[in-house]
């Protein structure tokens, strides 16, 4: 029984990250000059590298129209760009920019700085536990999908 109370407590502690998370994600795009989508898509794209728009589209569960609004919002705003895709010259896909990884690390710092005021054993313990905690959450991600 206690540990089903404590998952209980670890998911309503997840659920408060997330929100916190999503309330960063706004300030950080107000205060770098983007939109909540658009910083998700750069996120996307500096999580997993250049990518065709129909698979950035995809994975923000956006129609190809929509991304393509955001990718032209992120040109506009010279944080990403279509390029050419190197294995096929006919495809394009779309990657930041150098101004984008400037940002990406402004941004990253910002949020390292949260971590100062924990013990270093506690962020020892972040560091090696949150990507299981998201391996596991696009798991379940993709049974729902299913």
Known sequence: MEEAREAHAAARGLAAVLLAGNAYRAAAAKHYG?????SHAVTYLDAYGPMPQARLAQLMGLTSGGVTGV??????AEVARRASDPQDRRRHRVELTEQAAALIAQAREGVVSV???FDPAVVATLAETLPLLAARLNERSAELSR
Do not use: N, S, T, Y
Request: aromatic share 8%; hydrophobic share 55%; charged share 35%.
């Open 71 to 76: 990718v032209d919002r992120l040109e506009r």
């Open 115 to 117: 971590f100062a005021v």
């Open 34 to 38: 983007l939109d909540v989508v658009g």
